[in-house]
């Protein structure tokens, strides 16, 4: 089985009280999911009164699930610090506190992320050796798929935080592609030695030095993420929390002017019938839904984190990538890597 | 006439050799210029015998140019530094210097973009007070466009340098869409006011303070540059320029999945053919050519840097925004802004 878990033995935590949608997109989304992997068990923390009618519309999914009351809720807007202090209670808490306690495997949420990672960090705690966890993704490229971190858990980080989320995101893309060394680029302003901030150079030079579980790429640019040219990206929260907006952005742009040029004439609109599966087919390589999915990493546990304005099949992207995870043993994973790393002279001088 | 210029009292300097097609592509993009503007005048520089084979082609664009023949030219990998040392004689710094002696409104110019800024720099000077000279681009939004800088002059900047790039951004916006009070957001991980790197937040305090020539917005993120929610979008260059290049990538990844899409299926390409006109406007309005110009902002001289892949019809949309900013006494307008903020106690304090 070399280290991976059948898939009736996991167990994921649901936080359905999150998002614009709260149930209504995560009680269908997690019934997408049961689809495909009927021997999946759910654990759902939320408002009773919402859920159970949603569930009692998929009889197979409710024999799979075991729902858990709450009263209380952690706003969107609320500030991690004060939700931290008023969380005893709330779906979201308990919903983590299922995994620290080992009755899931993962907790999925689509609820405040400064809240999300501020109780994943006092609840589950960090990996012993992580500085800094951080939240990553995976994105499609022109080759395959990429994994990016941190997307925006730390604004300021320093060369040995940058060091460690390259390691974190080798496996993690290790997990993805099934690539034995993944290659790891971090992000720059140019691909000369002399450029960008000091904490991208001294990791740079970090990593061109250690022993560890990818690949050392060099720097690469904005344009390289969708390119494919590395298995990893690594940055930090300030420039990747803005390059993953703004690509959400772009790629909102491109189908508004993809639906206003079908829509501009009536021989357009025919054509457009024509090639019906062909467009829809781009349409769905644009659809950030089918890539949803934060995950939240250098903690003793797995979380998560869905996006807050996703429906059903955004909510299942989210679960099934933490199921991937979960099925591949990937905390276990990251822990050895990090003692290793930790080993290291060159990475602890 | 209210500060603007006629065209046919405007020459625009242009360094012929820069970019991976040098002439190839600046002189048929001068000569789609010429087409809509003969009025203009253009001082070509670069190696004539590359340059006139080219130019003889458009007898009546020849006529309104002149060929300065230089024998070296900076390359576009040399540094900065070193490209400025061995810079004289360059068809890059005499096009520069045809502006800083006043032959020319503006300099067109697709080469190294770090040796440009750096002889920009040396040559025309800062205006008086500009700490950081900076470089700005036009994006297409969902509503119009949006300015944004800086693209990637100034990796490290002060909340002070900010508030004058949302300055310089400001008069841009005013020349390029006409508004009276462009709006400038910063842009920032979050929109709520705790967020973000010391330098964003520090800036986000005296724009609220001063009284400038926009109004300002608060915290954009990175979505908000396509959905056009600000005219002038401010940040640092290293997230500008990590933006940038990834709104390029996405850009181009959507059009090859449209390409791959509709290349799918007999009945898809039929389809194509039918809306071949609507499809062709959709992939005009992704096409990264015609937004092409990056302004150096901030100099004592107008600049404009041309991508270095763009062929004709790239290099003729930087020169057309050269003659735009140079018609409406860009340079003048942003001298008069800085000044008055420069009198505003609550910027020195």
Redesign the interface.
Known sequence: MSGTLNLNSITISIDAMGGDFGPESAIPGLAIVHKDHPELRFLIYGDENRIYPLLNKYKSLSAVSQVHHTATVIKSDE?PSSALRSSKGTSMRLAVEAVQSGQADAIVSSGNTGALMALAKVVLRPLSGIHRPAIASVF???SGTTVMLDL?AN??VDAENLVQFAVLGAVFAKVNTGKDKPSVGL?N??S?D????DHVRGAAEILSKIEFNGHYYGFV???????GTVDVVV?D???G??????????????S???K???K??P?????????????K??KT??DPRLQNGGVFMGLNGLCVKSHGGSDDVGFASAVRLSVQLAQHGYIKRVADEINHLLTQESFLA
Chains 1, 2 share one sequence.
């Open positions: 500030k499609p490229t022109i925006g604004v300021l992000l302003v140019g000369e002399m450029k960008g901030p640019e904005g344009n390289d993420i969708t390119k940055t929260g300030y420039a929390n803005i390059a993953l907006k703004t690509a959400e952005g772009v790629s909102k742009l491109s508004y002017y993809f206003k040029s079908i501009s004439s021989l357009a609109m025919l054509g457009g019938l024509f090639a019906y599966g062909a467009l087919r781009f390589s644009l």
